[in-house]
């Protein structure tokens, strides 16, 4: 988007809160497997954090939200924890991981990027692991940005 008073072009965030249906696209997952599974890790995100399933563009499915605003003036908004069963895994968007090689030494079968967590089944992993995962990841980032 270009901003005609400023004269340069302001990057705007594709990955937003939306009213699309979470259950809509639950339901649309062809792969039976990953479906059930997405949805029980819905139910207990849910359930641990006390925030309600909300899409986040076309795939993400969303809890809650932070505002961020970085040094270079970039801001925006996120969900506290966020989750999108993609082609290869089910990812879960989650925050502070490189500091919690102990309980994901404890979790299973997984993989791990800056703030990605990829699970191919559910029944790979502990699931009171991943619980504790995603309620130290809404704690970090709430502590990291107060104002949430």
């Not at 072009?9 to 792969?31: A, G, R």
């Not at 909300?54 to 993400?60: A, D, L, P, R, V």
């Not at 801001?75 to 102990?102: C, F, H």
């Not at 800056?114 to 502590?143: G, P």
Request: hydrophobic letters at 35%; a negative charge.
């Amino acid at each position: 988007m270009w901003d005609q008073e400023e004269g340069y072009e302001v990057y705007q965030l594709k990955t937003k809160e939306n009213t699309n249906s979470v259950i809509e696209f639950l339901n649309s997952l062809e792969d039976e497997r990953k479906r059930n599974d997405t949805m029980r890790i819905v139910e207990m995100i849910k359930e641990e954090t006390g925030f309600e399933p909300i899409m986040w563009g076309t795939s993400i499915v969303g809890f809650g939200k932070y505002h961020y605003k970085y040094a270079s003036g970039h801001e925006g908004d996120m969900p506290l924890v966020g989750l999108s069963p993609r082609k290869t895994a089910i990812t879960l968007y989650l925050y502070d991981l490189e500091r919690k090689q102990k309980l994901l030494g404890q979790l299973g079968k997984h993989k791990i990027g800056k703030a990605c967590l990829y699970i191919k089944k559910l029944e790979d992993v502990n699931m009171e692991i991943l619980k504790q995962l995603v309620v130290d990841s809404v704690e970090f980032l709430k502590n990291t940005y107060p104002s949430t």
